[in-house]
């Protein structure tokens, strides 16, 4: 489709879940790279009680010039989920007259940002939006959902059980009759960015490890160590995506854990990871895959373990929302294969007007 001359670019960041922090990063930096030359940008926040404002003080920088938006109290480059109350719809969809399109952007990590519950209203509300659908974002956020899909259609993955909040008390038990080796890693089913993840090594950690993944979400995931490399693949499009050069995390940590990620920055991202050629390619090949299964569209982070002497690659999980932070691995990938952030930021918004128009060519009359 042709590309428009400028676009209202609407960032909704911040979100009720436990990756608030990270969202209002994210919304920062793309705040700064995206081209005002073509775009009208617009930043609205959602706060941690729910409340949706619109960031005055970031619109109020980016008249002056992106570069003077504020960061936080505590000097570090991030937006604050703070502004003049506004209404969700209204403040996400085009104004009464505009001839400019508009696109959303949600960098919403987590629950009720990445589930597919934003993208649902955005839906109703017929505003393109960058990333998954209803069911490809859904589908990805509930990790075993995931793998439940991602095993149907045989691709490769860890061993796993999955149990509701009110089995953790019977957690050691469920898992000796998996057969599940220790030692296991225990996550919330819903969330990212490894928050209430822990490695269980025996009984104790693992009853421990799974009342703690119980604070965060009803439904948990339990599954084996990997003994290998964590690689992660970024993709990019619609119906013929594309994968990115991949890239390996070398944790500092005990796992790739929070603090890693974010806050203490020592991981080391090995960018292009050195693989032979021909697992470098089956990496891509079941990346682009796993995004086509799950009904992705507009860009995913597809993470993997690499076994070289034992199950070779295994798929670990799908986030359709990936951090945008200045350390975060997608845009680090697609710039280390030729895409630079701002061009990235670019691609992203054209794949969401092309999703739209395409879908909106479906007809509703018998």
Aim: hydrophobic share 40%; with cysteine.
């Amino acid at each position: 489709m042709p590309r428009p001359d400028r676009v209202r670019l609407v960032v909704l960041f911040g979100g009720q879940s436990a990756e608030h922090e990270v969202s209002c990063v994210s919304a920062y930096h793309v705040l700064r790279a995206a081209g005002e030359e073509r775009y009208d940008l617009e930043a609205i926040g959602i706060t941690r009680e729910g409340d949706w404002v619109r960031a005055e003080d970031a619109i109020a920088a980016l008249h002056r010039g992106a570069r003077e938006l504020p960061a936080s109290t505590t000097g570090t480059g991030r937006l604050e989920a703070t502004g003049t109350a506004v209404e969700p719809l209204p403040a996400v969809t085009p104004t009464m007259g505009d001839d400019v399109p508009l696109v959303v952007l949600p960098l919403l990590h987590g629950p009720r940002g990445e589930d597919g519950t934003v993208q649902g209203m955005l839906e109703l509300a017929g505003v393109p939006f960058v990333g998954a659908g209803v069911l490809g974002s859904a589908l990805c956020m509930d990790k075993l959902k995931a793998k439940d899909v991602l095993a149907a259609h045989r691709l490769p993955q860890l061993p796993w059980l999955g149990l509701r909040d009110t089995e953790a008390g019977d957690v050691t038990r469920l898992v000796a009759d998996a057969g599940l080796r220790y030692p296991l890693f225990v996550k919330p089913a819903n969330l990212g960015s490894s928050v209430g993840v822990s490695r269980a090594i025996d009984e104790t950690a693992l009853r421990e490890s799974a009342a703690l993944a119980a604070t965060y979400d009803e439904w948990i995931v339990i599954e084996e160590s990997a003994h290998g490399r964590e690689i992660e693949v970024a993709v990019l499009g619609n119906a013929t995506p594309r994968a990115s050069v991949p890239g390996e995390i070398v944790p500092t940590h005990e796992f790739y854990d929070y603090e890693d990620k974010y806050l203490d920055g020592a991981a080391e991202l090995v960018i292009p990871a050195e693989l032979p050629p021909g697992v470098t390619e089956e990496i891509q090949r079941l990346a682009v895959e796993a995004f086509t299964t799950l009904r992705c569209d507009g860009m995913a982070r597809v993470d993997f373990f690499y076994e070289e002497h034992d199950r070779g690659v295994l798929i670990n999980e799908v986030n359709t929302i990936p951090g945008f932070t200045p350390i975060s691995m997608y845009p680090k990938l697609w710039a280390a294969s030729g895409l630079p952030y701002g061009q990235l930021i670019d691609e992203l918004i054209e794949l969401a007007l092309e999703r739209h128009e395409r879908r909106g060519r479906f007809s509703t009359k018998r």
